[in-house]
């Protein structure tokens, strides 16, 4: 059993920053696939970022390419989310993920079995 605890969200004017990060616990973390998702009101959840077990490999949706950065730390079994420039339309709920069935990357449009809390950001303009 995999839990996670996503912490570090908060109210930011645009084009400011901010850092989440996401606890795991259970398994053994460097060995899956972690990822950050999002959920604006009235919207669907929708994929932001990926990284591999290892942390050699990342994806990002376009949306965030450029600005979100996605990192890892298997010592501390943390995964992070740095946003800059952040606009008023990441405002969201953002939740982390992981797949402990493999290493590789979660898809974009995967079902990672576990997932946590949510952590609210909300950017003012």
């Known amino acids: 059993q995999v839990q996670l605890v996503e912490s570090g969200g908060g109210l930011v004017q645009a084009g400011g920053s901010l850092r989440l990060s996401c606890a795991a616990s259970?398994?053994?973390?460097?060995?899956?696939?972690m990822g950050w998702f999002r959920q604006a009101p009235g919207k669907d959840r929708e994929f932001v970022a990926a990284?591999?077990?290892?942390?050699?490999?990342?994806y990002y949706a376009d949306s965030v390419k450029g600005r979100f950065t996605i990192s890892r730390d298997n010592v501390k079994n943390t995964v992070y989310l740095q946003m800059n420039s952040l606009k008023p339309e990441d405002t969201a709920v953002y939740y982390c993920?992981?797949?402990?069935?493999?290493?590789?990357?979660?898809?974009?449009?995967?079902?990672?079995?576990?997932w946590g809390q949510g952590t609210q950001v909300t950017v003012s303009s």
């Open positions: 259970g398994g053994t973390f460097r060995r899956y696939a």
């Open positions: 993920a992981a797949d402990p069935s493999t290493g590789r990357l979660i898809a974009p449009k995967g079902e990672p079995p576990y």
């Open positions: 990284i591999s077990g290892s942390g050699d490999s990342t």
